[in-house]
């Protein structure tokens, strides 16, 4: 049975005006850096393939099989591949099992694509982004978070924080060697965890090396391990990197950002890949042909993505320490 209370916002009508100056302001920074605003479906025969992410799906009368949207980036990148040249969406995304501090099932996202640059452009236009809405909150809400943050954001490479924070290369260390570190520097080890290089390198990311980036303030973490490229391109190197990055701020992930894989023969097979893991892990297989594929055959260009979580941005320019402080109803409310 709900309680009396639970018809009220878990914010308060203040916070969530504040919210709406900042995305009003996040709005406007993206047209004066020309980019056009998009609206793109939320329900769709299509979804993202992540062996982490799970859509939420249905069944339409007809038999098909439909997805509420884990991000926009399918339908942005078909107009690219239309021939869009600077794209951006305010997007309500939805994922199942995600709930917590930071996280809730339906949340905003901000993404957004650009031809003709990569990630390391991308990296100066999210700080510029982070600093004109921090700016923007600090000039007119008196609870906005004072952090003193860097002249300029830092930026380590994956190998670089391993080798700083964590004592061990990423890219070179054994699985002995990995086994090690994790042993002596995180909690707990999980069950056969020894025999996993991307999953010893995951925990020692989260245990050991991001409490660490969270004294820098801000910090862009950028060139991933290929396995862990996602839909980025991999630069051969040596050593081969995918042309990746992540923004934290005091250690909360705030977004990722991608140089764009643009072979579809490469993503058809990263998608089928994603979709053995989800197998191996139990869960559902979604449908790896996709009309990104179709529109990614007809070409589509070098360009660069990120996306953002507008909630926890806000939340962290406005001094607060969960999302149901910037949410007006949260799940269990909604």
């Not at 249905?58 to 439909?66: A, D, I, K, M, R």
């Not at 921090?134 to 004072?146: C, V």
């Not at 391109?233 to 050593?239: L, Q, S």
């Not at 991608?258 to 979709?275: A, F, G, I, K, S």
Request: net charge negative.
């Amino acid at each position: 049975m709900s309680r009396v209370s639970d018809f009220l916002p878990t914010a308060s009508l203040e916070i969530l005006q504040q919210r709406a100056s900042l995305l009003r302001q996040a709005r406007e920074f993206f047209t004066r850096h020309g980019y056009w605003e998009a609206q793109t479906p939320i329900l769709s025969h299509d979804s993202c393939i992540d062996a982490w992410l799970d859509p939420f799906s249905f069944q339409l009368p007809t038999g098909e099989q439909v997805y509420l949207q884990t991000s926009p980036e399918f339908a942005l990148k078909r107009l690219i591949c239309a021939g869009a040249d600077r794209v951006f969406e305010v997007a309500r995304v939805f994922r199942q099992d995600e709930t917590g501090v930071r996280h809730n099932p339906e949340f905003t996202m901000i993404e957004w694509y650009e031809r003709d640059c990569d990630h390391h452009a991308q990296m100066d236009l999210v700080e510029s982004l982070v600093r004109t809405v921090r700016g923007i909150s600090l000039t007119h809400h008196q609870n906005a978070k004072e952090t003193v943050l860097p002249a300029k954001f830092y930026r380590l490479s994956y190998e670089q924080a391993f080798r700083e924070f964590a004592g061990v290369s990423a890219g070179s260390a054994s699985l002995e060697e990995l086994t090690t570190v994790a042993a002596a520097r995180t909690p707990r080890l999980p069950r056969g965890i020894e025999h996993d290089r991307e999953g010893l390198l995951n925990l020692i990311l989260a245990d050991v090396v991001e409490p660490e980036l969270k004294q820098l303030q801000a910090v862009f973490l950028y060139d991933f391990p290929p396995a862990q490229a996602a839909l980025a391109k991999i630069n051969p190197g040596p050593p081969a990197v995918a042309e990746r990055f992540e923004l934290y701020l005091n250690g909360i992930e705030i977004c990722n950002g991608y140089h764009e894989l643009t072979d579809p023969v490469e993503l058809h097979q990263r998608m089928q890949q994603q979709n053995e893991i989800r197998l191996r892990m139990g869960k559902a297989s979604i449908p790896p042909e996709s009309r990104l594929l179709q529109a990614m055959e007809h070409g589509l260009p070098d360009c660069s993505g990120v996306a953002l979580g507008f909630d926890r941005l806000a939340a962290w320019c406005l001094g607060l320490d969960s999302i149901r402080e910037i949410l007006a109803f949260p799940f269990d409310r909604a």
